[in-house]
């Protein structure tokens, strides 16, 4: 089996199949009454900062027929799943890695990793409890052993040349979305910076971060996010850069985002 075949049994395997808004919202009326409206709230009072990410998320790691809600979204961008998985691949880790997945959610990602490579270790952390339940389970479900999970927020964690490849795939924003732009790049880098310390030289990271766009891409907005976003990766210690865009449109759900890599230098 070929590695894309791999990442499409292991998302049906998963129950991460492509679903419309639509269907996501009908399976969720239907079998978890009353869940939308407090979902709206939550995510509402997340918005105006009035409650933490670990809130909204431990919400979204509610189950439901044996996944979480939060797996019922992202089946609506399976596409983009399978797409950020190869893009990883394709980066060429090496034989032994040991990589840290921040904000891993509900391990996803990793577990997939961890399966398909067995020498790996694969360390996830996330501020959510809740999301790192569900990322255990999966692993546990799988009988993956080489992965480990556990709560943790990723401006705390203090680790030094431990990792040869570190993910941080839609979580690097996350809680800053409604941050001006230059206030977003100063965390940003500081950020980054902490990941840089975490990965030995010559170690690699992988982003997804998501392009909200006021423009409707207007000629040179996205050539202006990649040049951005790559200048924001070179100021905190990476090198050999790249960025590659992605965009799900489909009626109710609108995603783009950027898969950008870099090695520590
Ligand atoms: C949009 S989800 C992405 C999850 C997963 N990486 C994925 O691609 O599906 C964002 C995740 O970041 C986590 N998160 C938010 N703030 C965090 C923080 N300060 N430290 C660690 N994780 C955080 C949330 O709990 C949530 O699981």
């Not at 993956?144 to 839609?170: G, I, P």
């Not at 010559?202 to 040049?227: H, M, R, S």
Request: aromatic share 12%; hydrophobic share 35%; net charge negative.
């Amino acid at each position: 089996m070929n590695t894309h075949e791999q990442i499409r049994k292991y998302l049906d395997e998963e129950g991460i199949v492509e679903r419309s808004t639509e269907e996501v919202d009908e399976i969720i009326n239907r079998d978890l009454p009353g869940f939308p409206e407090r979902f709206d709230r939550v995510a509402e009072d997340y918005e105006s900062h009035i409650i933490s990410p670990s809130e909204l998320y431990d919400l979204t790691a509610t189950r439901l027929n044996g996944m979480t809600v939060y797996d019922y979204f992202k089946s609506r961008s399976r596409k983009g799943v399978e797409w950020t998985l190869r893009n990883i691949i394709g980066l060429n880790p090496g034989e032994e890695n040991r990589v840290l997945d921040v904000g891993c959610g509900t391990g996803l990602e990793s577990v997939f990793l961890a399966e398909m490579f067995r020498q790996w270790e694969a360390k996830g952390i996330d501020v959510s409890g809740k999301m790192v339940e569900a990322a255990r389970a999966r692993a546990t479900k799988r009988n993956v052993t080489n992965t480990e999970f556990s709560v943790a927020d990723r401006d705390e964690v203090d680790f030094k040349d431990e990792f040869d490849l570190l993910l941080c795939l839609h979580s690097i924003n996350e809680g800053h979305y409604f941050f001006d732009e230059a206030s977003l790049n100063h965390v940003l880098v500081r950020r980054l910076e902490r990941f840089r310390t975490a990965l030995r030289d010559g170690g690699k990271v992988a982003l997804t971060v998501p392009i909200f766009d006021p423009t409707n891409f207007a000629e040179g907005y996205l050539d202006y996010q990649k040049d951005r976003m790559s200048y924001i990766l070179e100021a905190a210690g990476f090198n050999d850069t790249s960025t590659d865009f992605f965009q799900i449109k489909k009626p109710g759900f609108d995603m783009n985002y950027l898969f950008l890599s870099g090695v520590a230098n």
